[in-house]
């Protein structure tokens, strides 16, 4: 189903189109083999796009949320593990962004030019093994030292780090002054002590390579730690950055899988003579709905975003509805991928057809961070009016400022 973009959408989506034609033919390779697909690095480097969410005052493409969306959507269509490794690195060159333009920050103008100039690839390395990734702790322990903090701990699914030069990390200081606090931080992946350990070895997203980073007392100077909030809290910064722009972002990548097993799916039928069928297109249109349903709300979401109003609803009720996005679009691509297999039959199991791949990749959507369990909770706590923690607000005094009375 044709989507109804901005000029400036469509424009990036075209391009995004003919790299994710690429991206689908090296993907079933990189698959097999259980490889990063640094090539596909290298064409959207050329196209741009490892800077597209860098302010145009700052030499990148200055491309909003909304404008990010379409291009992750239509990218994951054709390789649902490239579309995440570099979500992981424009995401988060986002949120930089969105911070710079409100606080005109010189440390984040520094970091975003050297996006621009291509000497900076970002990746987010918060998960732990045995620990849900929610923001509010961490098993990585800090220890103060003079000028800063040493880390010590293993992180798991640290996706993008093949070709990362820099990451947003975690860890505990259970000495703070007040109660233990995480600490947010930047840590350059070549620094001494940091390792990445080949771990990866799944079902789907093989192309991710989201392999195992350890540290071991590893310096990280006191400017480097960005942000810190008390154990246990739901913070506004927190929300305003890494939710509003993951959530979304994972969102896009998840509607795309499903959008492009649609796509495929349709032109199998159709080639077979299957398009008069009944129930091919009660299938096709069972699955076209829920993927406009995903789609629908993204947008919805990156609107909200963009015009700040999602931050009047308070912390944990809009955190609720970054995961609501995200919960929506993975579980979504989910039953797409069960729905279509019911008129496809037994070229749903082919290894020689990129189906069976992209069903394997959709499947990571739904214990990704927001997992499941954790979305519904957060988001019927608040429906509910219950506090699941307590918050940190913008007014830095522990009290969400923004709540709603």
Same mark, same amino acid.
């Given at each position: 189903m044709n989507r109804c973009l901005t000029p400036r959408q469509q424009e990036l989506v075209d391009i995004a189109g003919k790299l994710a034609d690429i991206f689908a033919e090296r993907a079933p390779e990189h698959d097999r083999e259980n490889t990063f697909p640094v090539e596909n690095y290298d064409d959207l480097r050329a196209a741009g796009f490892l800077k597209l969410t860098v302010p145009t005052e700052l030499g990148g493409q200055g491309a909003s949320l909304a404008e990010l969306v379409p291009v992750l959507e239509r990218l994951a269509m054709g390789d649902g593990s490239t579309a995440l490794a570099v979500a992981m690195h424009i995401s988060p060159i986002g949120q930089w962004a969105s911070v710079w333009r409100r606080t005109q920050n010189p440390r984040l103008a520094d970091l975003l030019r050297m996006a621009a100039a291509d000497k900076l690839i970002w990746a987010s390395v918060t998960s732990e093994p045995g620990m849900r990734n929610d923001m509010t702790d961490a098993r990585t322990a800090a220890v103060k030292v003079d000028g800063g903090y040493r880390l010590t701990g293993r992180k798991?699914? *640290?996706?993008?780090? %093949? =070709?990362?030069?820099?990451?947003?990390?975690?860890?505990?200081?259970?000495?703070? $002054?007040?109660?233990?606090?995480?600490?947010?931080?930047?840590?350059?992946?070549?620094?001494?002590?940091?390792?990445?350990?080949?771990?990866?070895?799944?079902?789907?997203?093989?192309?991710?390579?989201?392999?195992?980073?350890?540290?071991?007392?590893?310096?990280? *100077?006191?400017?480097? %730690? =960005?942000?810190?909030?008390?154990?246990?809290?739901?913070?506004?910064?927190?929300? $305003?950055?890494?939710?509003?722009?993951?959530?979304?972002?994972f969102a896009a990548v998840y509607t795309g899988i499903a959008a492009g097993a649609v796509e495929w799916t349709a032109t199998q039928l159709a080639a077979r003579g299957k398009g008069a069928d009944p129930l091919v297109q009660d299938t096709i249109g069972e699955c076209e709905i829920l993927v406009e349903s995903s789609r629908a709300l993204s947008y919805r979401h990156a609107e909200e975003v963009a015009s700040r109003r999602i931050f009047d609803l308070g912390v944990q009720e809009g955190i609720a509805r970054c995961a609501l996005v995200k919960y929506v679009a993975s579980n979504n691509a989910s039953l797409v991928m069960r729905r279509l297999v019911d008129v496809l039959g037994g070229a749903s199991y082919s290894r020689k057809l990129p189906y069976e791949r992209m069903w394997r990749d959709a499947q990571a959507g739904i214990f990704m961070p927001m997992g499941n369990q954790a979305a519904r909770r957060i988001i019927g706590a608040s429906a509910l009016g219950v506090e699941i923690a307590p918050v940190i607000g913008f007014d830095e005094t522990g009290h969400d400022s923004r709540a709603k009375s």
């Amino acid at each position: 189903m044709n989507r109804c973009l901005t000029p400036r959408q469509q424009e990036l989506v075209d391009i995004a189109g003919k790299l994710a034609d690429i991206f689908a033919e090296r993907a079933p390779e990189h698959d097999r083999e259980n490889t990063f697909p640094v090539e596909n690095y290298d064409d959207l480097r050329a196209a741009g796009f490892l800077k597209l969410t860098v302010p145009t005052e700052l030499g990148g493409q200055g491309a909003s949320l909304a404008e990010l969306v379409p291009v992750l959507e239509r990218l994951a269509m054709g390789d649902g593990s490239t579309a995440l490794a570099v979500a992981m690195h424009i995401s988060p060159i986002g949120q930089w962004a969105s911070v710079w333009r409100r606080t005109q920050n010189p440390r984040l103008a520094d970091l975003l030019r050297m996006a621009a100039a291509d000497k900076l690839i970002w990746a987010s390395v918060t998960s732990e093994p045995g620990m849900r990734n929610d923001m509010t702790d961490a098993r990585t322990a800090a220890v103060k030292v003079d000028g800063g903090y040493r880390l010590t701990g293993r992180k798991a699914y *640290a996706t993008n780090t %093949v =070709v990362a030069t820099h990451c947003s990390t975690t860890a505990r200081y259970e000495e703070a $002054e007040g109660g233990p606090r995480l600490l947010l931080c930047r840590v350059a992946l070549d620094a001494p002590g940091v390792t990445k350990h080949q771990t990866w070895d799944t079902m789907g997203m093989r192309g991710t390579q989201s392999n195992d980073i350890v540290y071991e007392d590893v310096f990280v *100077a006191e400017e480097d %730690v =960005v942000h810190s909030l008390p154990v246990g809290h739901l913070d506004a910064r927190v929300f $305003e950055t890494v939710w509003t722009w993951a959530m979304g972002a994972f969102a896009a990548v998840y509607t795309g899988i499903a959008a492009g097993a649609v796509e495929w799916t349709a032109t199998q039928l159709a080639a077979r003579g299957k398009g008069a069928d009944p129930l091919v297109q009660d299938t096709i249109g069972e699955c076209e709905i829920l993927v406009e349903s995903s789609r629908a709300l993204s947008y919805r979401h990156a609107e909200e975003v963009a015009s700040r109003r999602i931050f009047d609803l308070g912390v944990q009720e809009g955190i609720a509805r970054c995961a609501l996005v995200k919960y929506v679009a993975s579980n979504n691509a989910s039953l797409v991928m069960r729905r279509l297999v019911d008129v496809l039959g037994g070229a749903s199991y082919s290894r020689k057809l990129p189906y069976e791949r992209m069903w394997r990749d959709a499947q990571a959507g739904i214990f990704m961070p927001m997992g499941n369990q954790a979305a519904r909770r957060i988001i019927g706590a608040s429906a509910l009016g219950v506090e699941i923690a307590p918050v940190i607000g913008f007014d830095e005094t522990g009290h969400d400022s923004r709540a709603k009375s």
